[in-house]
């Protein structure tokens, strides 16, 4: 399996996605679930045949771990449509997911086999996969926080404001599940759990960003349309932790985290 054969993989599952998305408008539960999962399969049939190809997890490069998060905004899309029939959340999921499949499409990165001895250990999948997901469930909060403000002109109701917050909720616990799982991979390839590397520390930066938040929301007298620019400021903080340090001139040449093929 090479790189050339993404673009038919992405069509079918996009394809199927927007299938999915459409049978939610048309609040056609079975066809939502049946088109989205089918989606979802035909794109994880082609990460597991990168993963086969590579002789190694697809998670080194930018452009392979774009390809996680493509995975898991559909998915995290979803779970909220299972658990509350939010018929637009599938539309936008399947949208942020075209536009990092569109720009693995049109800026495709070298996908050689050769790991550095740092990303052999054991801990390395497992820490970037549940981060990556961890992204796209913060990221399927913050889309509900732009559309609460500019659509809904900051006045959401207390079922809106719930589902937001349970995203944030189970974001959070899977990117502290993620911080741990790079701590030990830390202290196995570099002798120590934390060394304020400009990774770790926009990572400790936004693990705190969306700790306030739901501190903040569970203040007596918070204001709601406060607390949704903050999610919003939190996730352009993960934007800067996950690929924005690689311009910054601290990280040149000193991060051991900057993405590099």
């Known amino acids: 399996m090479s790189w050339d054969q993404f673009i038919y993989f992405a069509f079918a599952a996009l394809l199927l996605w927007a299938a999915g998305a459409v049978g ?15 989606g979802l399969a035909v794109f994880f049939c082609y990460i597991l045949l990168m993963w086969v190809s590579l002789e190694r997890p697809p998670l080194r490069t930018m452009g392979e771990t774009r390809l996680w998060y493509s995975f898991f905004l559909p998915l995290a899309g979803l779970m909220v449509y299972s658990r509350w029939k939010y018929k637009w959340i599938l539309t936008f999921s399947t949208i942020l997911a075209t536009v990092f499949i569109c720009v693995n499409l049109f800026k495709p990165e070298i996908h050689s086999k050769t790991l550095m001895p740092a990303l052999q250990s054991p801990w390395f999948a497992p820490h970037v996969i549940v981060y990556m997901f961890a992204y796209a469930l913060l990221g399927a909060a913050t889309v509900m926080a732009l559309y609460l403000l500019f659509f809904k002109k900051g006045q959401p109701t207390d079922e809106e404001m719930e589902i937001t917050d349970n995203l944030v909720y189970v974001g959070l616990a899977f990117m502290t599940i993620g911080m741990l799982f790079g701590a030990l991979w830390a202290k196995e390839a570099w002798g120590h759990y934390w060394s304020w590397d400009p990774k770790e520390t926009w990572a400790a930066i936004t693990w705190f960003a969306y700790l306030a938040y739901i501190h903040y929301r569970l203040m007596p007298h918070h204001r709601q349309r406060l607390s949704l620019w903050m999610l919003i400021v939190a ?23 900057t993405y590099s093929v």
């Open 24 to 38: 939610a408008w048309k609040e056609k539960s079975r066809t939502a679930f049946l088109f989205t999962a089918a």
């Open 235 to 257: 996730f352009i903080q993960l934007q800067m932790c996950w690929w924005g340090i690689k311009y910054l001139p601290s990280a040149q040449g000193s991060s051991v985290h």
